[in-house]
């Protein structure tokens, strides 16, 4: 009898704990912040990253229609005339610093037959300048631009968007210096129509 007092006494108790432990809401706000926090937190940086990555898309876009805007302002230039431009474009793209752009200037002179040849070509990578394309070498063009007797001017920008952090994202980028990384390459190709004359020269090109 008194071993069954006892256990029954046990039994009480323990039912007596579950019950005021069922009760107890000490810690739900912790315990609720520990379930919450990851979430909130991934999205967070998550917003971070896909604003920062369409502002830096949006401001690639506009580097490279002013590139294009202040390059068929001119009637003659220099190459220490496009390093200037290009490192204009450059500065456009900050304060993202994680690459730099690669800015492509290309003439192309459209003859009265609507040939499209390149007059001249000049290309930014990192910090090393160089003449990506043979002069004379023929280029496609989309009809709209193959106006006989003209001469237009081709802007070419890219750049990487490397995030903070990657997330999911598995596509692998180069960045000006040569470094891989994961990212989204960003390109953009902006036409002019040469302002003053019928083509914008090279002096030293």
């Keep these: ?17 579950m019950r005021n432990f069922l009760r107890d809401r000490r810690g739900v706000a912790a315990l609720e912040f520990a379930l919450i926090a990851p979430v909130m ?13 369409l502002d830096l898309n949006k401001n690639l876009g506009r580097a490279t229609s002013m590139v294009a ?11 220490a005339s496009i390093k200037d431009i290009m490192d204009i474009g450059t500065a456009t793209i900050l304060p993202y610093v994680r690459d730099t752009p690669q800015i492509t200037i290309t003439a192309i002179d459209i003859s009265a037959t609507s040939v499209a040849t390149v007059a001249w070509s000049r290309r ?8 990506p394309y043979v002069t004379g070498s023929a280029v496609a063009l989309d009809a709209n631009l193959l ?9 070419e920008m890219s750049i990487a968007y490397v995030p903070l ?13 040569g470094t891989s990384a994961v990212g989204i390459t960003m390109p953009k190709t902006s036409y002019g129509r040469v302002r003053q004359g019928a083509s914008v020269t090279c002096s030293d090109c």
């Design 124 to 131: 930014k990578v990192n910090l090393t300048y160089t003449k």
């Design 1 to 17: 009898m008194e071993a069954y007092n006892k256990r029954k006494k046990t039994a009480a108790e323990l039912l007596k704990r």
């Design 165 to 177: 952090m990657a997330f999911y994202m598995k596509n692998v980028v180069t960045t000006a210096t």
């Design 41 to 53: 937190i991934a999205l967070y940086m998550g917003s971070v990253e896909a604003t920062a990555g």
């Design 147 to 155: 106006i006989p007797s003209t001469s237009v001017i081709r802007v």
């Design 69 to 79: 805007d202040l390059v068929t302002q001119q009637q003659t230039i220099t190459k």
